[in-house]
């Protein structure tokens, strides 16, 4: 199968500037709206966001390894949208994470000992890593979608296994964590 025809007109300044923009507002939104707590009543369990947080993340890694599995066979269209698709549900993802933190505030992780050191350890990475992701995962999308596709398999290289890792240990923080949600 041979490679697809760009679906965006290259333009990388004004790219380069929506990018970043956007990777600075959702870092500002984030960060911010973290320190924010709402006492409402939503009428159901607050944490319900977590658990569709961490069931959007499972989705997000099986997504991935696909997309990953259709370039490698060279299945371009499908990687395509596989990809868009990952990327629509880390959208989602955002929205109902920062739900989450403004109706639950934060929680505090109960255990002692080792199990806690892995469990900083992985909130610690998971944490920065997601933090720097979206510009990365921006830009290899850019660049898939303007056909430049040497560009695109040379990020994506550095952008796909950090984004596996940031959906992976999203589940995992959830699964260690959501005993201690009140």
Not at 78 to 84: F, G, N, S, V
Not at 140 to 168: D, N, Q
Request: glycine share 4%; hydrophobic share 55%; net charge positive.
């Amino acid at each position: 199968m041979e490679l697809l025809q760009p679906s965006l007109q290259k333009n990388d300044r004004v790219a380069r500037w929506l990018i970043l923009t956007l990777s600075v507002v959702v870092f500002a939104a984030v960060a911010l709206l973290s320190r924010v707590k709402m006492d409402v009543d939503l009428g159901f369990n607050k944490h319900v966001f977590a658990k569709l947080n961490a069931i959007i993340n499972s989705i997000v890694t099986v997504l991935l390894i696909i997309g990953l599995i259709a370039v490698k066979g060279r299945n371009y269209l499908l990687h395509k949208r596989i990809m868009i698709i990952a990327i629509l549900c880390s959208c989602v993802f955002l929205v109902s994470y920062i739900c989450h933190h403004l109706f639950t505030g934060e929680t505090k992780y109960g255990v002692t000992g080792t199990i806690r050191y892995f469990y900083l350890f992985i909130l610690a990475t998971h944490i920065i890593l997601a933090a720097i992701i979206l510009p990365f995962i921006l830009f290899s999308a850019y660049r898939g979608l303007t056909g430049e596709y040497a560009k695109h398999r040379k990020l994506s290289k550095i952008t796909w296994p950090i984004w596996l890792y940031v959906s992976i240990t999203g589940v995992i923080v959830y699964l260690m964590i959501s005993p201690y949600y009140r």
